[in-house]
């Protein structure tokens, strides 16, 4: 049965229970988006691991205030202090590795376009290694990254649907691997067939490697491009920062509760060693001889 202090450590940590579902739940989302649209796989396991690891403690921490085993609580308060120093260094790896790149603005475009050389850190060498790079590639093509990009609209004249024209295309909002992979870069002036089929034609803007690697072949595109790397790059960047903010709310309340986690329990020590709350049990070693 829960009283006095130990009540508030089976509150607290009832609470922590609570909190590590939302840590869970962003593990989970970057693990639907590694399987369907980031294709990084190895992401989302440090956040599922410390969601879990929240969870199985807090449960700890419970049943050491119901049953008031006094080592049970000291394990959980100091497996609490380590799962808060790997959240917060997460929070600060995450937002080191994600600190550069941007897309840019096209003239007359609405979507924008990336540019590998915008990142830089570990997370580009992670990206751009050929070995690794060889399975993001095959996981979006098998994932069909660039299906979506197909849009069709009534023809005025005949009343039936016809795929989108180049204008309309170009005032589309793309997510960053649509624009990354499954065109070719604006700069290398191709002509707009449909939206995954363009043809050569006219001077390159800027020399640019990509225009060589596009592809109409639907299975191919640009998933060899950089720009494609660069695209995964700020898709990825866009979904960190966001379980990135939940994680930082998610901090803060798990310092909250654990610092009242301690204050109960040395209030708890204080009761069970009949000390009176609030009152300073010093004696003096050498008491004086005057007496009044």
Not at 212 to 220: E, G
Not at 263 to 289: C, H, L, Q, W, Y
Request: hydrophobic letters at 45%; aromatic letters at 12%.
């Amino acid at each position: 049965m829960l009283r006095g202090s130990t009540g508030i450590i089976g509150v607290v940590n009832f609470i922590t229970f609570l909190v590590s579902i939302p840590i869970l739940g962003g593990g989970i989302w970057l693990s639907a988006r590694a399987n369907s649209t980031d294709c990084l796989r190895f992401l989302q396991w440090p956040i599922i691991i410390i969601g879990v690891t929240i969870m199985v403690i807090s449960l700890m921490g419970f049943a050491g205030a119901c049953y008031r085993i006094s080592w049970l609580l000291r394990l959980y308060l100091f497996a609490m202090f380590f799962v808060i120093a790997a959240l917060l260094g997460f929070i600060v790896f995450a937002f080191a590795v994600t600190d550069r790149g941007h897309g840019q603005v096209i003239m007359n475009r609405d979507f924008l376009e990336y540019q590998l050389s915008d990142y830089s850190g570990w997370l580009k060498d992670r990206v751009s290694d050929p070995g690794y790079w060889a399975n993001i590639r095959a996981c979006l093509r098998d994932a069909g990254a660039c299906k979506g990009m197909a849009h069709y609209v009534h023809d005025p004249t005949t009343g039936m649907l016809v795929l989108e024209s180049a204008d309309m295309f170009y005032q589309r909002h793309l997510s960053p691997i649509e624009s990354g992979c499954c065109k070719p870069p604006t700069s290398c002036g191709f002509t707009y067939v449909n939206e995954t089929v363009w043809t050569s034609g006219g001077a390159m803007a800027v020399p640019d490697l990509d225009c060589n690697r596009w592809s109409n072949d639907q299975r191919q595109l640009c998933y060899q491009c950089n720009s494609c790397k660069a695209g995964v790059l700020a898709s990825i960047r866009h979904s960190w920062r966001k379980v990135s903010v939940i994680n930082i709310v998610v901090l803060i309340i798990l310092v909250i509760v654990y610092i009242i986690g301690c204050a109960a329990f040395r209030n708890s020590k204080r009761i069970d060693n009949d000390e009176p709350f609030g009152v300073n049990m010093m004696t003096k070693a050498r008491p004086s001889r005057m007496q009044f």
